[in-house]
């Protein structure tokens, strides 16, 4: 893992930091955010996310003043691990932008809990001070990658690409296991014999992309737009495909096998010699336009390959 200064350009960036001392503040008694202090905090750690593997520092003010272009509106989740009276501990929360003192050297933020059993943790934790502290918080948003725009042959096996910006990205014969890519822009993109299963799909645009024999099986599209795709010889096998949009796609002799394609829009699409034996249907819009929540395939597909 190289070191350095600067992180890559585009890059996804996680970021951890220590402390001797903290306290929460669970906001209780003022009726406003819970909010946690770290002591004395010289350094903020950052490293990339996968496929860039390189690491730095920032000084705290740098990741204050850098908050929001790395996160907008998207506020990251984050850990903190500390010794209380009670041993070793962790409490999981949602991080808001922190805020730092120069005099001081503390570095606080709002924060809110992830779930009721947290939220209970932060309560029985107010005013406690607490020792040997360390901050972990995710991933950065980013609106393009360091490899973007030519990533063919790469492994992004559990890369989360979450409502990033790739359209037109060359994405041929890559390792999608585990991808996420919720609300992801993958427009115009080159899919092209690109596989993988258990993919996050929700919302991710696909419109006129090349998915030329790409295997995209046990995975979930749930309302994601494929508009005009070329995806001829695709597999979706037994994926979630729920209000999927494929509208003028090419899906000729494309695999639906036990795929859910209820609400899904075929209209137009091509699905000639496609394969949707165990598919379920729902108020799904065939490539004539007619509505079928039957239990047949659309005119013109094959139940059987």
Same mark, same amino acid.
């Given at each position: 893992?190289?070191?350095?200064?600067?992180?890559?350009?585009? =890059?996804?960036?996680? &970021?951890?930091?220590?402390?001797?001392?903290?306290?929460? *503040? /669970?906001?209780?008694? $003022?009726?406003?955010?819970?909010?946690?202090? @770290?002591? *004395?905090?010289?350094?903020?750690?950052?490293?990339?996310?996968?496929?860039?593997?390189?690491?730095?520092?920032?000084?705290?003010?740098?990741?204050?003043?850098?908050?929001?272009? @790395?996160?907008?509106? *998207?506020?990251?989740?984050?850990?903190?691990?500390?010794?209380?009276?009670?041993?070793?501990?962790?409490?999981? %929360?949602?991080? &808001?932008?922190?805020?730092?003192?120069?005099? !001081?050297?503390?570095?606080?933020?709002?924060?809110?809990?992830?779930?009721?059993?947290?939220?209970?943790?932060?309560?029985?934790?107010? #005013?406690?001070?607490?020792?040997?502290? /360390?901050?972990?918080?995710?991933?950065?948003?980013?609106?393009?990658?360091?490899?973007?725009?030519?990533? /063919?042959?790469?492994? %992004?096996?559990?890369?989360?690409?979450?409502?990033?910006?790739?359209?037109? +990205?060359?994405?041929?014969?890559?390792?999608?296991?585990?991808?996420?890519?919720?609300?992801?822009?993958?427009?115009?993109?080159?899919? &092209?014999?690109?596989?993988?299963? *258990?993919?996050?799909?929700?919302?991710?645009?696909?419109?006129?992309?090349?998915?030329?024999?790409?295997? @995209?099986?046990?995975?979930? &599209? !749930?309302? #994601?737009?494929?508009?005009? =795709?070329? +995806?001829?010889?695709?597999?979706?096998?037994?994926?979630?495909?729920?209000?999927?949009?494929?509208?003028? #796609?090419?899906?000729?002799?494309?695999?639906?096998?036990?795929?859910?394609?209820?609400?899904?829009?075929?209209?137009?699409?091509?699905?000639?010699? =496609?394969? %949707?034996?165990?598919?379920?249907?729902?108020? !799904?819009? $065939?490539?004539?336009?007619?509505?079928?929540?039957? !239990?047949?395939? $659309?005119?013109?597909?094959?139940?059987?390959?």
């Amino acid at each position: 893992m190289a070191n350095q200064s600067n992180p890559p350009k585009g =890059a996804s960036l996680l &970021f951890g930091t220590q402390s001797n001392a903290a306290i929460f *503040n /669970s906001g209780e008694e $003022c009726d406003c955010a819970p909010k946690l202090t @770290l002591r *004395n905090v010289n350094k903020i750690s950052w490293f990339t996310d996968r496929p860039e593997r390189s690491t730095g520092r920032w000084s705290p003010r740098k990741l204050v003043r850098q908050w929001d272009s @790395l996160y907008g509106e *998207n506020e990251p989740n984050a850990i903190a691990s500390f010794q209380s009276i009670e041993g070793k501990q962790m409490v999981a %929360f949602e991080m &808001f932008q922190p805020r730092w003192s120069k005099k !001081t050297r503390n570095l606080s933020f709002d924060l809110v809990p992830l779930g009721n059993k947290e939220k209970d943790k932060i309560t029985g934790l107010d #005013a406690v001070r607490l020792r040997d502290i /360390s901050l972990f918080v995710d991933g950065s948003s980013s609106t393009q990658p360091p490899w973007y725009p030519n990533g /063919s042959n790469l492994n %992004f096996t559990g890369v989360n690409f979450s409502g990033m910006n790739l359209s037109n +990205a060359n994405m041929e014969n890559t390792n999608l296991n585990g991808v996420n890519f919720t609300n992801t822009n993958l427009s115009g993109s080159n899919l &092209f014999q690109a596989s993988g299963s *258990n993919i996050s799909g929700q919302n991710a645009n696909f419109t006129n992309a090349d998915l030329w024999t790409a295997i @995209l099986g046990n995975s979930d &599209f !749930t309302s #994601a737009i494929f508009t005009s =795709a070329d +995806a001829p010889d695709s597999s979706f096998q037994n994926s979630n495909l729920t209000s999927a949009n494929f509208y003028g #796609a090419d899906l000729s002799q494309a695999n639906f096998q036990g795929a859910n394609l209820s609400g899904a829009n075929l209209n137009t699409a091509n699905i000639g010699g =496609a394969q %949707f034996y165990g598919a379920i249907w729902g108020n !799904t819009i $065939c490539p004539n336009g007619t509505t079928n929540s039957g !239990t047949s395939p $659309c005119t013109g597909a094959l139940p059987y390959g």
